[in-house]
């Protein structure tokens, strides 16, 4: 008399263990849409925070040391950091007090150029468009910085600085923008120079306008 209730046992138990798979389904669906919706909020918050957009090119990916810069700084995010690290810095000496208006920048690409010509640095930078109140400015390096044989790293990190240092003082008179640029290596330790008094421009605000 108990043989026909196996066959039912048998059903049951398979119903519920695929009512138990369905509803798992379900969990790990939710749980992996909670942490999409999550990465994105945090991506924008992130994006959000940098102030402005920054694109980073190589135009020298044909040769030896454009490969060396995709593979150090490009792929990794490094040349990003910089350029964030950099402007953050600049903009914590130049604008000190809440009350200055600070330049409105859009955007910044940082471009790996072939040129071994470049002065300044290795760095030159130019305004690519400006509409609308703000600004889109292109930093050229050359490749001639990851020629460097000693640290890489260093020369690239006090290449960005210097762009960047220009970007935020890009509209002032070239004596001041000349002197102010040393002088923001110097606080960032990219540079050793005694002859400039850094400390007299910290927070006056002539570069505000």
Known sequence: MDQPLLPHLITTTTEQQQEEAHVDLRVLTRIS??????????WANYEASKGFEIKVMNMATDTELGCQYNLMFVSNGRAERMVLNASEFIES????????????????????????????????????????GYSDFV????????????????AMAMAVHWGMA???LFNEPEFLREDMVQCLSLLAGYATDDKFNCLKFRGQGSWQT
């Open 33 to 42: 849409l909670v942490f999409a919706l999550a990465m994105v909020s945090i």
């Open 93 to 132: 000496v130049l604008y000190q007090d809440a009350s200055f208006q600070r330049k409105r920048v859009s955007s910044v690409t940082i471009l790996m150029s072939e040129d071994h010509t470049l002065m300044n640095n290795n760095v030159s930078v130019s305004l690519s468009h400006e509409g609308n």
């Open 139 to 154: 930093i050229r390096l050359s490749a001639g910085i990851m020629a460097e044989t000693d640290n890489k790293h260093a």
């Open 166 to 168: 220009q970007v935020w």
